[in-house]
């Protein structure tokens, strides 16, 4: 009996001992995750020896993150694939932007999302605070310089912020906001509508980003319209799962059009010339396993179904849809309308910009996360 009992308190004192290891390591991860979060919202980039050095500790951190997980097979398979991949994109583009992505994903396994994303949620607030300091107080060189906008035929005055455009800090700052109305599950009054719809015209004047602000308002009408129409909501959830193969659609299928209709040359301009880049690309590269790397030379990706195609491959494209198109089925499936919105945003925003495959600047991207539990259930 003594030694039964000795025998369960062993047991017992080893759990609480992993309990405890795991909530360290939680807590590490959420450290890693502000510090990434932060240092790009600063426009901090692989060019920065800092933020270099945080990636680097983070791989070592992500070793000791999935030692310190219960181990399955399947999970330790998929991880290494991943891995392996990240790896493989990294000598090819010269980037580890699919490999930090797939250490923040992996890293958060097990961890509450909703404290994954509050933590995304904190350092972007406190990046963009800095931002705004370091750009008053002269520590940040802010510049100005003309633009064409093809939309009007006419030049306005952007900004520059220590070397980056302020569209960085316009999808910061939604960010903010779509990451607030996701949190809140769009449970937000009236007032804090206005008040993010003010703040969003403002960004527009500051960065003269039109798609910023039409994504920024289009974002805050869909979350109050779905948070106060039963009938569109129960719409919205019903075709959900039509947005990502229409939006690829639209993106491949413009591309393949462009100087053959007249219509598309329309849209490329409200595009910002965007729909030609999609077209040079599509044309000049085949598909590739791999990709192609970022090709930086050759023209500008901003389109991030084009871009992660072209750049990283079929097999990273077909990973990367793929599993946000499953993710949309099973929100689908559980009715969760505020996460689906969070979701679609984004994929809509992808449109514009290549930066959707990078964890570091796409939230939407940690809904993936319950795809490592494989225990029946779908939580988020």
């Avoid at 310190?68 to 000598?91: C, K, Q, S, T, Y």
């Avoid at 455009?165 to 509508?193: A, D, Q």
């Avoid at 084009?306 to 990273?316: E, H, P, S, T, W």
């Avoid at 945003?345 to 910009?353: D, K, Q, T, V």
Wanted: aromatic residues 16%; positive net charge; glycine residues 8%.
């Amino acid at each position: 009996m003594i030694k039964r009992k000795a025998a369960i308190k062993q047991y017992t004192d080893m759990n609480a001992g992993n309990v405890s290891s795991m909530r360290v390591v939680d807590l590490l991860y959420c450290a890693y995750l502000f510090s990434v979060v932060f240092m790009s919202t600063l426009g901090l980039s692989a060019g920065d020896d800092i933020y270099v050095a945080c990636v680097g500790l983070g791989a070592a951190f992500a070793v000791i993150r999935f030692l310190a997980m219960d181990f399955d097979p399947r999970f330790f398979l998929i991880a290494m694939g991943l891995a392996a991949l990240g790896v493989i994109e990294l000598v090819v583009s010269k980037r580890f932007t699919l490999l930090l992505t797939v250490m923040l994903l992996v890293g958060a396994k097990d961890i509450d999302i909703k404290r994954v994303l509050l933590t995304f949620l904190t350092a972007k607030i406190v990046g963009l605070l800095f931002v705004v300091l370091f750009a008053a107080t002269g520590i940040y060189e802010v510049e100005f310089y003309q633009y064409y906008k093809m939309a009007t035929d006419t030049y306005i005055q952007r900004v520059l912020v220590n070397g980056s455009s302020t569209n960085v800090m316009h999808l910061s700052f939604l960010t903010v906001v779509f990451l607030t109305l996701y949190m809140k599950r769009g449970n937000c009054g009236i007032i804090v509508y206005l008040v993010f719809a003010v703040l969003n015209i403002l960004c527009e004047y500051i960065t003269g980003s039109y798609i910023g602000l039409f994504l920024g308002m289009g974002g805050l009408l869909l979350f109050y319209v779905l948070q106060h129409s039963g009938k569109i909501r129960e719409l919205f959830v019903r075709f959900s799962t039509a947005v990502l193969p229409l939006l690829i659609a639209f993106s491949f299928g413009t591309a393949l059009l462009y100087g053959r209709n007249g219509f598309i040359g329309v849209l490329d301009r409200i595009f910002q010339g965007r729909i030609y880049y999609n077209n040079f690309f599509l044309s000049n590269y085949t598909a590739s396993p791999f990709g192609h790397g970022m090709l930086t030379s050759e023209g500008n990706f901003d389109n991030s179904y084009v871009f992660v195609f072209v750049a990283y491959g079929l097999i990273a494209f077909i990973l990367l849809f793929g599993s946000m198109q499953l993710i949309v089925k099973r929100l689908k499936e559980t009715r969760d309308w505020a996460s689906l919105a969070f979701v679609v945003i984004y994929m809509i925003a992808a449109l514009s910009e290549s930066f959707y495959p990078a964890a570091a600047v796409n939230p939407s991207l940690f809904l993936l996360v319950p795809l490592f539990s494989f225990n029946g259930h779908f939580d988020i």
